[in-house]
C-alpha cells in the first residue's frame, strides 16, 4: 500500500552530463560466473542511461529505466525485447553518483561485473576520465508532502517513508533491522545524496553486497556464486564477516543506500526529498519509483 506523495517538477539546478570517453570496467557476474565488460561510452543528451547487448546483434538497446525492470531476486534486472542484462544496481547508483545522465552501456554479457560487490570500481574509473556538462537541463521533482509505502508482502513491516525536505537535498536513510536472531546486526545509515560525488564516492560507493554463511551455502548448493569467495562480498557467520573486514560499522546500511540511490535512478530525474526505508530491498524501491511515476502526467514533466 502506497499513499503517494505529491510532486512537482521545479527549477533545474544543473545541466546533464555525459561521461567525457570511454571506459571500461572487467570483471565477472556474481550470479552467472561469466567474464564480462562494460563498457561506458559518452551518449547524447535526453538519450539516458542504455544497455546494449553486443553479444545479441540486432538486439533493442535496454533503457535503463524502472518500466523495464523484471522482477529477479537480489538484484536489479532489466530486459527489453530479448536482451536482458542483470545485477545492474551498483554501476547504475556509481553512474548516478557521478551525475552521469546520459551514457550507452555496450556489454557482452547478461550480467554486470560483481567486482567486490561495491560500486567503488565503476565510480573510481567515471571520475578518473571525468564528465562533460551537455546543453539540456536535467529535470528536478520535488515531493511536497509525506507519503508512506507499506511492503503488504512482508509480515514484518517493510517501510519506505518519502517525504518533503526544506533544505533543498536529497537524503536516503536506511534502518537494517531483522526480527529473528541473524548474525548481522541491526543498524542505520544516513546519507545526503546533495553533496558532490567524491563524498559518495568515499562514503557510499565502497560498501560491499553482503549475506549470511546459510544464504551462501544455498546459493552454492544450487551452483549459483561459484566464483564469489567470502574475500569478494561479505559473508556473515555468527563471529562477523567471514575472511574479511568491515570498512565501516554500517557497512551494511549504507550497502542498501548504494542499492536505493541505484534504483531511484531507473527514473531521469533529480529529487529533492527524503527517502526514509525500513526492511525493504530492491523490489519495494521499485514500486514505490513507479507509484511516483505514474502520478505525474507528462505534461508536469516536458
Ligand atoms: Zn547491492
Known amino acids: 500500500m502506497f499513499q503517494i506523495p505529491s510532486i512537482s517538477r521545479i527549477e533545474s539546478t544543473r545541466r546533464q552530463r555525459t561521461i567525457k570517453s570511454q571506459v571500461d570496467v572487467e570483471g565477472f557476474g556474481f550470479w552467472s560466473s561469466k567474464d564480462v565488460v562494460f563498457s561506458f561510452r559518452p551518449a547524447p543528451e535526453n538519450s539516458g542511461i542504455r544497455f546494449f547487448r553486443a553479444d545479441l546483434p540486432g538486439s533493442d538497446p535496454i533503457p535503463a529505466l524502472v518500466y523495464n525492470r523484471i522482477k529477479k531476486p537480489r538484484q536489479t534486472s532489466l530486459a527489453s525485447g530479448i536482451a ?81 525536505n526544506d533544505r533543498k537535498q536529497t537524503i536516503f536513510e536506511y534502518n537494517l533491522h531483522y526480527d529473528r536472531p541473524n548474525h548481522i546486526p541491526n543498524q542505520t545509515a544516513f546519507f545526503d545524496f546533495s553533496q558532490a560525488p567524491e563524498i559518495f564516492q568515499t562514503e557510499i560507493a565502497p560498501c560491499r553486497t553482503f549475506l549470511t554463511i546459510e544464504e551462501a551455502d544455498y546459493l552454492r548448493q544450487q551452483g549459483i556464486c561459484a566464483r564469489v569467495s567470502a574475500q569478494d562480498v561479505l559473508v556473515y557467520g555468527e563471529d562477523g564477516p567471514i575472511d574479511n573486514d568491515l570498512r565501516f560499522d554500517n557497512e551494511c546500511a549504507r550497502h542498501k543506500i548504494l542499492d536505493m540511490i541505484g534504483d531511484f535512478s531507473l527514473a531521469p530525474f533529480d529529487w529533492e526529498g527524503e527517502f526514509h526505508a525500513t526492511k525493504t530491498g530492491h523490489q519495494q524501491n521499485a514500486e514505490v519509483l513507479l507509484s511516483m511515476l505514474n502520478s505525474l502526467s507528462h505534461k508536469n514533466l516536458r
Open 84 to 164: 536482458q542484462v542483470d545485477m545492474v544496481e551498483h554501476a547504475l547508483a556509481a553512474l548516478r553518483g557521478a551525475r552521469i545522465d546520459n551514457c550507452d552501456i555496450i556489454v557482452n554479457s547478461p550480467e554486470a561485473p560483481g567486482l567486490d560487490g561495491s560500486a567503488s570500481v565503476f565510480i573510481d574509473a567515471f571520475l578518473k576520465v571525468g564528465t562533460e556538462e551537455q546543453n539540456s537541463e536535467q529535470i528536478r521533482l520535488k515531493i511536497l508532502e509525506t507519503g508512506v509505502f507499506t511492503d503488504d508482502s512482508n509480515p514484518n513491516g517493510g517501510k519506505i517513508i518519502v517525504a518533503p
